[in-house]
T-cell receptor, first 111, second 114 residues
């Protein structure tokens, strides 16, 4: 059973701070990793994908992958109240067409 | 460029009834996946269609069935509805091949079973 674990939160950070969201996965054969943002009552929206160990930056977002530790994280710099949402981690194993999702971490950015 | 479109957006059904949800994939995408998302949970994979065939299926009972049409659009059918089927149903599309790694979601269909 492939598992993707996330702390459900909520994670509360002040405006302007760095928010750090974490995700662990059980399948060592995993090859593709995704972060989705989901606002309340809306569908998930892709933020970033990462495939290799290390960091990948896109604007205020940085995804970090450590395959040896089976750990992927998302950093949000200069957090804004508009970043308040649930962040879903998804992991796809090699040879699989289907990503497995975690239950998501709720992020609250307060002014 | 139209994204993934789903219909209807909201619907209410009675226990025991049947429901059909529809999805049109993003332009250029030929693979459609369906997910169920209960409140406070992550999306749970139901099944994926490619080339009009069910390619992979998650841990859902046979009451859940689907279809893909030649134009790549898809339907999700749920028979004998239970209260526990109340959820957000998400359709996701992707292109086949290496680029098919990434899936893109539609706005979802909210199903309430009473």
């Amino acid at each position: 059973q492939k598992e993707v674990e996330q702390n459900s939160g909520p994670l509360s950070v002040p405006e302007g701070a760095i928010a750090s969201l974490n995700c662990t996965y059980s399948d060592r054969g995993s090859q593709s990793f995704f972060w989705y943002r989901q606002y309340s009552g809306k569908s998930p929206e892709l933020i970033m994908s990462i495939y290799s160990n290390g960091d990948k930056e896109d604007g205020r977002f940085t995804a970090q992958l450590n395959k040896a530790s089976q750990y992927v994280s998302l950093l949000i710099r200069d957090s804004q109240p508009s970043d308040s949402a649930t962040y879903l981690c998804a992991v796809r194993a090699g040879g699989s067409y289907i990503p497995t999702f975690g239950r998501g971490t709720s992020l609250i950015v307060h002014p | 460029d139209a994204g993934v479109t789903q219909s209807p957006t909201h619907l209410i059904k009675t226990r025991g009834q049947q429901v059909t949800l529809r999805c049109s994939p993003k332009s250029g995408h030929d693979t459609v996946s369906w997910y169920q998302q209960a409140l406070g949970q992550g999306p749970q994979f139901i099944f994926q269609y490619y080339e009009e065939e069910e390619r992979q299926r998650g841990n859902f009972p046979d009451r859940f069935s689907g279809h893909q049409f030649p134009n790549y659009s898809s339907e999700l059918n749920v028979n004998a509805l239970l209260l526990g089927d109340s959820a957000l149903y998400l359709c996701a599309s992707s292109p086949s091949g290496v680029a098919g790694n990434t899936i893109y979601f539609g706005e979802g269909s909210w199903l309430t079973v009473v």
